[in-house]
């Protein structure tokens, strides 16, 4: 990849920042839709950055916001070391920009195994396989939440890292398009899901593997219509559009 450097618009939760990045860090901050993200490129050098936007002060400031950022060499999961994490923060009202994490494979020959300890997700299903439903129709027609309101303002995370922190995140397709926000996340009859808030206010139910890639963004590997499919009438669980009977309750669509 080419190692020239171009100035270009680098997105964070809170405002963006006009740096001049190489190939290989946009590459990283490509989430697969038209923007680039400033959190999957971790912590770049000051004087790249030329300008940045803060939401909360509603303007520009010349030159780089403040970098805060912590040396931690953690091993969070088989073959996988989190190096550090940092925030960038507007130096008018102390605002996080965007927030990154930098993680690094022991062995880049091999996959990275389990978290360590076990992930968000592992204690959701354990958590709601474990709670005992008050009767049979409640089992078939309710979704268990554990409280997943970020008690820190919301953090980048991949998926090896706490889920609740992509609670109010943006939801786009496989086309690019914002279908809509994260409002929770939970498990059903074991089963990892997302609920959408969508553009028009309703919300949808997505399964977790359907989830490509988490940035700034929650990025889906389909558009919302192919992964939200048929919706059961039973327990309202949304399956893949060519399903013929519930994944979640078995009943016919």
Not at 54 to 79: H, M, Q, R, S, W
Not at 80 to 89: A, F, P, T, V
Not at 127 to 143: D, N
Not at 189 to 197: C, D, N, W
């Amino acid at each position: 990849m080419s190692s020239d450097l171009q100035l270009k618009k680098l997105r964070g939760s809170g405002g963006y920042v006009m740096a001049s990045v190489t190939d290989e860090q946009q590459s990283k901050g490509n989430l697969g839709g038209p923007d680039l993200f400033l959190a999957p490129m971790g912590r770049l050098e000051s004087d790249k950055i030329s300008k940045y936007h803060c939401n909360t002060c509603d303007k520009d400031f010349e030159g780089a916001p403040k970098i805060d950022y912590e040396t931690l060499n953690e091993v969070v999961a088989e073959n996988l070391i989190l190096l550090e994490k940092g925030q960038y923060i507007c130096t008018s009202c102390s605002s996080v920009i965007a927030e990154y994490r930098n993680f690094q494979k022991q062995d880049e020959a091999n996959q990275v195994g389990l978290a360590k300890p076990e992930t968000m997700a592992e204690q959701i299903v354990q958590s709601s396989m474990s709670q005992e439903p008050e009767s049979p129709a409640q089992s078939q027609t309710e979704l268990t939440f554990p409280d997943m309101t970020p008690s820190t303002p919301a953090e980048p995370t991949t998926p090896d890292t706490d889920f609740s922190t992509i609670v109010g995140f943006a939801v786009y397709d496989s086309e690019a398009q914002k279908v809509g926000t994260i409002k929770s996340v939970g498990a059903k009859s074991g089963q990892l899901v997302a609920i959408v808030t969508k553009i028009d206010g309703t919300d949808t139910t997505i399964r977790w593997n359907q989830v490509k890639k988490i940035g700034e963004i929650v990025l889906l590997g389909e558009t919302l219509s192919q992964t939200t499919g048929s919706k059961c009438d039973s327990c309202g669980f949304e399956n893949k559009s060519d399903s013929k009977f519930c994944e979640s309750c078995g009943g016919k669509l």
